[in-house]
């Protein structure tokens, strides 16, 4: 048999345009209704209860995910913009250094490599009270008491299909 495939290819061709603007659709009204935002990889999402960095941990670990590890230059303004827009001026994310003084690591325990984004003269931790990290809406990280009740970014990854 042969194949009239000139025309499937035009319809399969503008079924992956409407897909695509589908899929556009979708991201912005999830953005809109549900309030995230997103990368590739992971979801983030502003949790607007006021708990201390431990509750806040455990939160974002009960609902499957972790508090927001900005790991990147990206990530981290994606989260500022979002403290921002949100109307906050700051909220806690997943960086402490309640191990071992000044040696800050991440959420997962992963130490904080080739990234970070501290204000100036920070972190200082002058009290010796100040173990966790919060991100101001300019995107800078303050080391702060950890037992502070503030709103905070958990992180999802994305289901891999």
């Keep these: 048999t042969v194949c009239d495939c000139g025309r499937y290819r035009r319809v399969v061709g503008q079924l992956n345009i409407n897909v695509a603007r589908l899929n556009t659709s979708i991201k912005f009204v999830?953005?809109?209704?549900?309030?995230?935002?997103?990368?590739?990889?992971?979801?983030?999402?502003?949790v607007k209860e006021e708990k201390n960095y431990r509750?806040?941990?455990?939160?974002?670990?009960?609902?499957g995910g972790t508090l927001a590890m900005p790991k990147d230059e990206l990530t981290n303004t994606l989260l500022a913009d979002y403290i921002s827009s949100s109307g906050l001026f700051r909220a806690f994310i997943g960086i402490n250094d309640m191990e071992k003084e000044g040696q800050f690591v991440y959420a997962d325990s992963s130490p904080l490599q080739n990234y970070s984004n501290w204000k100036d003269g920070e972190p200082h931790d002058s009290t010796g009270h100040e173990d966790c990290v919060e991100m101001l809406s300019t995107g800078e990280w303050n080391d702060s008491e950890c037992q502070v009740t503030i709103y905070f970014i958990c992180e999802f990854l994305k289901k891999r299909k």
Excluded: Q, S
Excluded at 30 to 46: L, P, S
Excluded at 55 to 63: I, N, S, V, W, Y
């Design 30 to 46: 999830k953005n809109v209704i549900a309030g995230i935002r997103e990368t590739d990889e992971k979801f983030y999402y502003i």
């Design 55 to 63: 509750e806040a941990l455990m939160h974002c670990r009960d609902r």
